[in-house]
């Protein structure tokens, strides 16, 4: 029996909410907590914990696009949401291919995550311990990986229903 076919929003709200949101983040602290298995007393100042979200969102934002254009590509060909995301808003105007849309989205999640992380910076208790910083880290991923996903498919969606016509 064939799937029904989603609303756009349906398929936004699941696919950028828990899987690039919520799964990226679990999946961002756990690879944080391995890469600092061997020091558990480390600590992060400010300006560490911004430099590694800003890094993080960045690479984050170009990878996640990489991923994720295909998969929008393929969800669409094989119907699985209805194609109508706006086509005329500011997301309209960027870059369509996987390549030249992951530079703008990864700006875009370097500069969502640096911002956010400094004010966060200014409220949480300094220096972050390793499990704080990995929970930091997670809760950030969550939040520019569901950010970088409705960018990306919402793009993706556009240009594909462009060419469909």
Request: hydrophobic residues 50%; aromatic residues 8%; proline residues 4%.
């Amino acid at each position: 029996m064939a799937a029904e076919t989603k609303e756009f929003k349906s398929y936004l709200a699941s696919k950028c909410i828990v899987g690039y949101g919520i799964i990226n983040g679990i999946v961002n602290a756990a690879i944080f907590f391995g890469m600092n298995a061997s020091d558990p007393n480390v600590t992060f100042a400010a300006g560490k914990v911004v430099e590694e979200i800003v890094l993080t969102g960045a690479l984050l934002g170009l990878i996640l696009t990489w991923c994720v254009v295909p998969l929008t590509k393929m969800d669409l060909r094989k119907n699985v949401y209805k194609a109508d995301a706006e086509r005329d808003g500011i997301i309209a105007k960027l870059p369509g291919g996987a390549f030249t849309l992951s530079i703008p989205v990864g700006v875009i999640a370097a500069v969502v995550s640096g911002a956010l992380a400094w004010v966060f910076s200014m409220v949480l208790p300094m220096p972050l311990t390793r499990t704080g910083m990995m929970v930091f880290k997670g809760c950030m991923c969550a939040i520019v990986g569901a950010l970088s996903g409705y960018i990306v498919v919402t793009r993706t969606t556009q240009g594909f229903a462009s060419e469909s016509k």
